[in-house]
Nanobody, 122 residues
C-alpha cells in the first residue's frame, strides 16, 4: 500500500514557475514508476510525465515537453514536477500516481494522490 500526497499548487501568472511535490508513504517507493497527470476544467484527465523507478528514464507529453521536468528523490520518498513558463492551458488539478510497471499506461497506475490545484492567470 502506498499513500501519495501532492503539494505545491497555487495561483500564478502566465510565465511563472511552480514546483509540485508528491510525498509517498511506505518503504518501497523506489520500486514504483511515478507519474503526473492533470485534469483541466471540463476535460478528461491527461498524462503529463512519468519517471522510472530509479529516475533514469523520463517521458513527457508533447504539451509540456521542454517546460516541465519530472524528478524524484528516493531517499526522501518524494517525486517532483518542476513547471516553468506556465500558460493558461496548464490550469488543472494535478495528480501524482504510482505504478509497478516500467512503462505503465494510465490504467496501470495503482495508487493516486488527492490532487493539487494549479491555476494560471493572464
Amino acid at each position: 500500500q502506498v499513500q501519495l500526497v501532492e503539494s505545491g499548487g497555487g495561483l500564478v501568472q502566465a510565465g511563472d514557475s511552480l514546483r509540485l511535490s508528491c510525498a509517498a508513504s511506505g518503504r518501497t517507493f523506489s520500486s514504483y514508476t511515478m507519474g503526473w497527470f492533470r485534469r483541466a476544467p471540463g476535460k478528461e484527465r491527461e498524462f503529463v510525465a512519468r519517471i522510472s523507478s530509479l529516475g533514469f528514464i523520463t517521458v513527457y507529453s508533447d504539451s509540456v515537453k521542454g517546460r516541465f521536468t519530472i524528478s524524484r528523490d528516493n531517499a526522501r520518498n518524494t517525486a517532483f514536477l518542476q513547471m516553468n513558463s506556465l500558460n493558461l492551458e496548464d490550469t488543472a488539478v494535478y495528480y501524482c500516481a504510482a505504478a509497478t510497471q516500467a512503462r505503465p499506461g494510465e490504467n496501470d497506475y495503482r495508487y493516486w494522490g488527492q490532487g493539487t490545484q494549479v491555476s494560471v492567470s493572464s
